[in-house]
């Protein structure tokens, strides 16, 4: 999706150029305001997750206080699904970025091997964990929010998995474990219908 692609893509090159050390004060994330826009109309969105290491928190992020976004892989891969919790007084925030490899749009899925990206956005650290061995979606179930027939096709992403491989900077020198994880998220489509099973052709 070319909007979540450009969010992560910009953060990315831009903490790339300049990943820092030391790691954000519980307290302090504890302070953060709600961003303003939320993560789905229907109200059921959320994220949680453990994070142990370098940066040590346990998220609960309910859907007021989260944006979110997804769709497809720019390479077309599989299915790609980005959070970002409350933003700070000083514009701190956590974003989360998860690539499912073998996903598909609007099927669910098991032992997904998944890619994760762990932003701390306002102190240019990035955190990944640079291949999809680490981590894996156990479960994934898409559930149809736009109406049948629509161009750009709307579902709920729900999903849970953990990680048994830590995120590390580009450096290498700070790492995190993310154990384990669970969300309820968006992903829109375009204008490609989803692939169809192959049906058995009629005996003559």
Same mark, same amino acid.
């Given at each position: 999706?070319?909007?979540?692609?450009?969010?992560?893509?910009?953060?990315?090159?831009?903490?790339?150029?300049?990943?820092?050390?030391?790691?954000?004060?519980?307290?302090?994330?504890?302070?953060?305001?709600?961003?303003?826009?939320?993560?789905?109309?229907?109200?059921?969105?959320?994220?949680?997750?453990?994070?142990?290491?370098?940066?040590?928190?346990?998220?609960?992020?309910?859907?007021?206080?989260?944006?979110?976004?997804?769709?497809? %892989?720019?390479?077309?891969?599989?299915?790609?699904?980005?959070?970002?919790?409350?933003?700070?007084?000083?514009?701190?925030?956590?974003?989360?970025?998860?690539?499912?490899?073998?996903?598909? @749009?609007?099927?669910?899925?098991?032992?997904?091997?998944?890619?994760?990206?762990?932003?701390?956005?306002?102190?240019?650290?990035?955190?990944?964990?640079?291949? @999809?061995?680490?981590?894996?979606?156990?479960?994934? %179930?898409?559930?149809?929010?736009?109406?049948?027939?629509?161009?750009?096709?709307?579902? %709920?992403?729900?999903?849970?998995?953990?990680?048994?491989?830590?995120?590390?900077?580009?450096?290498?020198?700070?790492?995190?474990?993310?154990?384990?994880?669970?969300?309820?998220?968006?992903?829109?489509?375009?204008?490609?219908?989803?692939?169809?099973?192959?049906?058995?052709?009629?005996?003559?």
């Amino acid at each position: 999706m070319p909007r979540l692609c450009l969010i992560v893509c910009t953060l990315s090159l831009a903490l790339l150029a300049a990943l820092a050390s030391g790691s954000p004060a519980p307290a302090q994330l504890a302070a953060a305001q709600p961003a303003a826009h939320g993560c789905l109309a229907s109200g059921n969105g959320y994220l949680r997750a453990r994070i142990r290491g370098a940066v040590n928190l346990d998220v609960d992020w309910h859907n007021g206080e989260i944006e979110c976004a997804g769709g497809p %892989r720019a390479d077309g891969s599989g299915l790609r699904v980005s959070f970002a919790g409350p933003r700070h007084a000083d514009g701190r925030r956590l974003r989360l970025v998860f690539g499912m490899g073998t996903a598909r @749009e609007g099927r669910a899925g098991r032992e997904l091997p998944t890619n994760l990206t762990v932003i701390l956005e306002g102190e240019q650290r990035l955190f990944t964990t640079r291949g @999809e061995d680490n981590c894996t979606v156990d479960e994934l %179930r898409q559930e149809r929010v736009s109406a049948p027939g629509a161009v750009r096709r709307s579902w %709920r992403v729900v999903a849970r998995g953990f990680c048994i491989g830590p995120a590390s900077t580009l450096s290498s020198d700070a790492r995190i474990l993310v154990s384990r994880f669970d969300f309820a998220g968006t992903a829109v489509f375009g204008d490609e219908p989803p692939e169809q099973p192959l049906l058995a052709a009629p005996r003559p």
